[in-house]
């Protein structure tokens, strides 16, 4: 095989940090992981039967690109009830990932801007640079917070794009209303999309979820089922926003992914009249039992949502830290370059028993007090 069968576009990503962290971890037998960026509570049983009962009764053909009425118009429902936007359409995606993918490819020309913060989710620069888009990156050290006047003095005449994502993966913040209402101004000003990843809405502990989209109607949303529900596998989500690219998002999915999988879309549309509310109540003691126990040694603002902590080494770079905690204390967790330009800070996942999440407070406390 020659070199130059492999595209150009496949350089906009390296996932080389977050592997040899994987590879560290498989030879650890007793090891601590908070690496993980997915629940550890399971899909409900409710939702397991109704899956089963899809499959059995027969639903393993293609199901329609747009997705099953039994679930996107029960999405749509719920949409309208919240927004009531004359225009804003719902379509079903696999997973939130699939989203992202689209509204990628839907949106972003060869030498358009895209602005993400940093730190951000990997996929974010990642499928910007796929599409030749150009990324900018705004940053929101050492909060995590949006500070409106850096986004405003990113935006150029070739910006197409903000991708944005309350709360967050990897920090844990989510945004304030008037964060929140000032990004979704400032792009409706400037005539940008706003593309709001709001995969871990349900994850606010200290307050309600804010969209952009209850201030800027031509809000893009991307959403999904994984963390919500613990089922990530089953690759289930929604897009919605306005109409025109929705019907583009479907046209590309039809000759992509074709459909999202069809028998979970029942098990969704089952999922959607669960109270998970308890997991969630879970998942915010989960934090102040990690935000309490690091308290001491480590600079951590307390992240209010998502499941994850994202506080700053206590020495070294982020990779030195990371590379020391597994391979001397089997305390698996990631190094913030992963999402990040900077190699300062690591990140925790609390989606993990209690006992586990105590054992790594306290060998994160031995590794601040013993140094490098
Ligand atoms: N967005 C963010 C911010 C995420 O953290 C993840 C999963 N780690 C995704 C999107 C992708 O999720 P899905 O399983 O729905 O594709």
Redesign the pocket.
């Known amino acids: 095989m020659s070199d130059h069968w492999i595209a150009e576009r496949t350089r906009c990503f390296d996932a080389s940090g977050i592997r040899r962290v994987f590879e560290l971890g498989a030879k650890l037998t007793d090891r601590i992981d908070l690496s993980i960026?997915?629940p550890h509570f399971d899909v409900p049983e409710k939702v397991r039967k109704a899956a089963i009962e899809a499959i059995e009764s027969r639903k393993n053909g293609y199901a329609l690109s747009q997705g099953m009425p039994v679930l996107r118009d029960k999405l749509q429902r719920r949409i309208d009830e919240q927004y009531s936007h004359d225009d804003r359409e719902v379509f079903v995606t696999s997973?939130?990932?699939?989203g992202?993918v689209l509204a990628m490819l839907v949106l972003v020309n060869p030498g358009d801007e895209v602005i993400v913060f940093d730190p951000c989710?990997v996929?974010y620069d990642a499928l910007a640079g796929v599409v030749g888009g150009k990324v900018v990156s705004v940053d929101t050290y050492p909060d995590f917070h949006i500070d409106l006047d850096r986004v405003a003095a990113a935006i150029t005449g070739r910006t197409k794009a903000i991708v944005f994502?309350s709360p967050n993966?990897p920090t844990g913040a989510v945004a304030s209303r008037e964060e929140v209402r000032g990004l979704a101004e400032l792009a409706a000003r400037h005539d940008i999309v706003l593309i709001s990843?709001e995969?871990?809405r349900d994850f606010c502990h200290d307050g309600p979820f804010v969209s952009p989209a209850a201030f800027n109607p031509n809000t893009l949303v991307?959403d999904?089922?994984?963390?919500s529900y613990g089922m990530?596998g089953w690759?289930l989500?929604f897009a919605h926003g306005p109409a025109a690219i929705i019907q583009e998002m479907i046209k590309l999915q039809q000759y992509s992914f074709v459909c999202a999988p069809h028998p979970m879309q029942w098990a969704g549309a089952v999922a959607m009249d669960v109270d998970m509310s308890a997991q969630f109540e879970e998942y915010r003691k989960k934090r102040d039992m990690l935000v309490d126990g690091l308290a001491e040694h480590y600079e951590l603002p307390r992240p209010g949502g998502a499941f994850y902590a994202f506080p700053r080494v206590p020495w070294g770079t982020g990779t030195q830290f990371v590379e020391k905690a597994i391979t001397e204390h089997q305390l698996l967790i990631i190094p913030g370059n992963i999402f990040s330009s900077r190699d300062t800070h690591f990140r925790i996942s609390y989606a993990a028993e209690d006992s586990v999440i105590q054992r790594g407070i306290e060998v994160l406390n031995q590794l601040a007090t013993e140094g490098p």
Do not use: C
Request: net charge positive; hydrophobic share 25%.
């Open positions: 960026g997915q997973g939130t990932s699939g992202l989710f996929m994502n993966n990843d995969i871990y991307v999904g089922f994984s963390k990530p690759r989500g």
